[in-house]
């Protein structure tokens, strides 16, 4: 089905011949993000500016055409493509503004979270969101999946470190909560919508066991879904309005700008990488080292080790490890040197009772701390350079109460082996109980889907 005509001549006449793709090779192209889905747009759209998202979005709801927007396409899951008409952010989203000596920052969509934290460098400061592709992944991905990390944990995602946001409704209308008068021009063009969604916040907080419920299952980190947890945290709508769009992916409107109240950058770090003889130890610890002062734990299970034990520059060590092994690798940081060796006595003698298989202690040194996040960095594309050709990389996320990670990932393990997926690992952030399950698979038989 072709897109309607109305909607096309606003776009003729909108954008420039050099930023509309329609042609096969194109549409094939954008077809895909990282993740392994693919949906061929009709029409693609390389916007530069805030009006011709406006006239865009306007066109589209006159004519009920779905609209996707792309920020770098970094996506796992498949955020960033679509059937209809794809909005791809061009080079002019690239604006900041650093405020009250670093501790907050306004960013527009088409920053690259690595740039953000260039900038924030002469602070001391950071954006609290630290996805593993924050290299190259867009602020306009970060906010709009919710993306976190391996250190910000639920505490210091977007959605807990949101001050501020411009964004475009669905109908075109525009919203710069840091704006007084944007503001009022809202509540009188839009009342109706907040005052629904100020009802929306009252019902669901009067009824208790929702509540609750919504409180048990957002304690955890979990991006599944709309960010429900605004409905319980805020009754000023504007507020829930703005914490609904974290997390949206773009199906409540587009974000324009966002403000972050930044988090400290600590100067001083170390690493240290830990094998335990079993899962149950492993997971054992993680309720300990939860206690400390650790910015980040991470799982590797033994399977994830092994996957990269023969790449150049591995330890040689990580080939020996037995059959059952899992490790932790647990970063601390600090403001001042003596701080952290402080920091690092009290988790070292946190789990010095634990049985041990192999331990890496505490490392300042970048060569040996690098080398240990190499580790973890490497898993998932180890596990992609091996699949046979054909087949497909999948890659999800699993969250378990802390108390029962032994249990999730002995059970995921059972499955792996169950089903024979020999390549499959399992990593990633213990102290939230969320890990990552990679493997392979392919699609061209009935066996294959079944399996």
Known sequence: MSLPAAFLDTVEHLIPRERRFDDPLSTL???????????????????????????????????KVAVTFRAAGTSLSGQAVSDSVLLVLGDNWNGHDIRHGGTQIRLQPGVIGAQANAWLVPFGRKIGPDPASINACKIGGIVANNASGMCCGTAQNTYHTLAGMRLLLADGTLLDSEIPESVSRLRETHGALLEQLAELGRQTRANTDLAAKIRHKYRLKNTTGLSLNALVDYDEPLDILTHLMVGSEGTLGFISAVTYDTVPDHPHKASALIVFP???????????????????????????????????????WVKSLSPGACALLIESRAATQTLLHEQLQHISASIAEFPVEKQVDFSEDPVVYNQLWRIRKDTFPAVGAVRETGTT????????????????????????DKHSYDEAILFGHALEGNLHFVFTQGFDSPEQVAR
Do not use: W
């Open 29 to 63: 192209a954008f077809g895909t993000d990282a993740s392994f889905y693919r949906l061929i747009p009709k029409l693609v759209i390389r916007v530069e500016s805030e009006d011709e998202v406006v006239s865009l979005l306007k066109a589209a709801h006159a004519e």
């Open 278 to 316: 079993d899962v149950e130890t492993c997971c054992k610890a993680v309720p300990v080292l939860k206690q400390q002062p650790v910015s980040a734990v991470e799982l590797l299970d033994r399977r994830s080790l092994r996957s990269v034990e023969n790449m150049k520059g591995m330890p040689t």
């Open 393 to 416: 990389v999948i890659i999800e996320d699993v969250t378990f109460p802390v108390e029962k990670l032994a249990e999730g990932v002995n059970r995921l393990i059972e499955l792996f």
